[in-house]
């Protein structure tokens, strides 16, 4: 999530960069830099991701050759249990809170609850959190697993 938030932030101080030094984008008459944008994303997944891959990879071997096969087991066993909670947690509010978003913009609750009022501001606090749940921490749990998994497999020969 705070990787999100970091690079969500850095994109936002960019485009202002963008909107300040190029003149003519507000009105439509210049091309933004869609380069510098695309970088500050692929980066900042690729930088932010370095310490969880390195305790997904490195995590079981210094478990399973310190501990042993059973200790491995166990914590592959802990992963999976922590990271499919986590994660099918993380997919359903994140849809919960985008969904209710849809829902009071659609009027569906009434005069009084329609787009920009506070029922809305509050639902759109909600989609800010719900949309980096659903779309990158839940599925992130998923690959932070398979790498476990695979790389227990791999040494398990080894420690076996």
Not at 41 to 50: C, E, R, S
Not at 56 to 76: D, K, R
Not at 104 to 131: I, N, Q
């Amino acid at each position: 999530m705070q990787a999100v938030g970091d690079a969500a932030e850095k994109m936002i101080e960019e485009i202002r960069r963008q909107f300040r030094e190029i003149s003519g984008l507000r009105e439509g008459t210049a091309e933004p830099d869609n380069d510098t944008c695309i970088q500050i994303a692929t980066n900042a997944a690729l930088v932010k991701m370095i310490p969880p891959g390195v305790i997904a990879v490195f995590l079981p071997p210094l478990v399973g050759f310190t501990l042993g096969p059973e200790a491995l087991g166990g914590l592959l066993g802990g992963g999976l249990i922590g990271c499919v909670l986590l994660a099918l947690t993380m997919a359903n509010a994140g849809g919960a809170w985008d969904n209710a978003k849809k829902y009071v913009e659609k009027g569906a609750l009434g005069e009084g609850h329609e787009k920009g009022s506070e029922t809305h501001s509050a639902t759109v606090v909600g989609d800010t959190v719900g949309d980096p749940f659903k779309d990158t921490s839940g599925p992130s749990m998923n690959i932070l697993i398979n790498v476990m998994a695979i790389v227990s497999l791999v040494i398990a020969p080894v420690i076996a």
